[in-house]
């Protein structure tokens, strides 16, 4: 057995994992950070799947009656679990999808954060009163569980969004089940045993409130074609968004879509260019390109771009690219082989239209069968060709701009529409980049790059990123049915809008 293999066996058996499903089945599971196999997953079938949804659709009976908070104190239990795992949950991540130490951490923190905010959320899921119009009623909305949630999750943040998801959804009175990436199968099983742990001190929740479905696109499309889902929380590629929303839309079922985002900067001539120089480099280089908030564009005004790019280039040039387990490099490897190509064709697209690229070359690290790219820095003479499009690689194309509301034209011309930032210290620019004529973005920040929010906020982007909104502030309500309740305790029966009909 090889060493990532040996380790990631450990995690699992620590946290208390099924071996039965990662072990002896035909779907192998790859560490990116090596390239070597750590698992042989036994993936799920269209039997399987439909079985799962039953049983999560037999639990949801239940669930929906247990009183909000005490759903809330399952989510409590959760959050202590996860506070005890974290160190190997976090290991784990870090082998599956190869993100440094500090960020395997960081995502698990992520979950704790979520279940923190949950718990609260469980003794809030507020309905508005609302005046009438009628004598003697009252009127009301309330606020009920949904039904089943389907989970389908991306490689890149492997833990996250299951629990960005599971937390809401578990106190809004729903179960899950949860698709992962094929990339990242273990840390979703380990996720799963976890939860396993919180119900078992939980004592009398109905079984089958999580359930784990292990396979490819074929088993998460068995899963959005199920009418017994009520909900599809799908976090992917915009190629992944156009067949799930269409198929969830014709049995109309409910659909939050967090896809693929083409994120940029700004750097205006009052920036703070060292302050710029440092979030630009963590935006665009770190998780080695592969957030969906990654910095993918920057547009850097004719009157600092020699103050500034150079400089950045000098970064692009020496930053340390390694094995996040055995170095303390800063970027890690790509997933795969396929990214490593998709990033070469977008660079070659990029030098075909005119581009000059810094770096992009691979990395060796003494295997053919890891991925490590030098992330590329690259001066485009517009936003042309492969700007336009994500390719979810450590790619930053830097253009120039003199105009400010031709940059916002810019800013705005591409598909995707999830994270963007501004640096400036002038206010009327500040203002004008969050106005309704700024940033048409879900996520517009101020002096701090693209990449690392927080979960207080609601998380998701506009047009071809889909429109939904998971994690905090009201994305709850996207995993509950509203009800208008109008209540009439007078002795009359008078209609709304005057109307009249009086029978004998
Ligand atoms: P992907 O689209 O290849 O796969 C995502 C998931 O969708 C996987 O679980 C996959 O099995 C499943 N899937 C694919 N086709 C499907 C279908 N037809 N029906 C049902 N399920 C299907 O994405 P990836 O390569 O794992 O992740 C990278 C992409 O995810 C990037 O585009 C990135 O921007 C995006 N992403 C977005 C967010 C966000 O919140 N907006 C967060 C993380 C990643």
Known sequence: MTTLAAKATDILARLGADPARHTGGSMASFSPVTGEQVAALVPDTADTTDAAIARAGAAFLAWRLVPAPRRGELVRLLGEELRAAKADLGALVSIEAGKSPSEGAGEVQEMIDICDFAVGLSRQLYGLTIATERPGHRMMETW?????????SAFNFPVAVW???????????????????????????ACQAVL????????????DLSQVLIGGADVGAALVAHKGVALISATGSTRMGRQ??????????????ELGGNNAGIVCPSADLDMALRAIAFGAMGTAGQRCTTMRRLFVHDSVYDALVPRLIKAYGSVSVGNPLETQ?????????AAFDAMQVALEAARAAGGTVHGGERVSVGTDAAFYARPALVEMPDQLG?????TF??????MKFSDFEGVLHKHNEVGA??????FTTDLREMETFLSAAGSDCGIANVNIGTSGAEIGGAFGGEKETGGGRESGSDAWKGYMRRATNTINYSRALPLAQGVVFDID
């Open 417 to 422: 529409g999830l994270s963007s930032s501004i």
């Open 144 to 152: 009920h569980p949904l039904g089943v949630v389907g989970v389908i």
């Open 386 to 390: 492969p700007v336009l499009e994500e």
């Open 196 to 207: 396993d742990k919180a119900l078992a001190r939980f004592g009398d929740a109905p079984a």
């Open 393 to 398: 690689a450590p790619i930053l194309y830097v």
């Open 163 to 189: 629990s960005w998801n599971t937390a809401l959804a578990l106190v809004c009175g729903n179960p899950v089940v949860w698709k992962p990436s094929e990339k990242t199968p273990l840390t979703a099983l």
């Open 329 to 337: 490099a800063l970027v890690g490897p790509l997933v795969d082989g």
């Open 244 to 257: 799930v929303g269409p198929a969830v839309a014709a049995r109309f079922g409910r659909t939050i879509l």
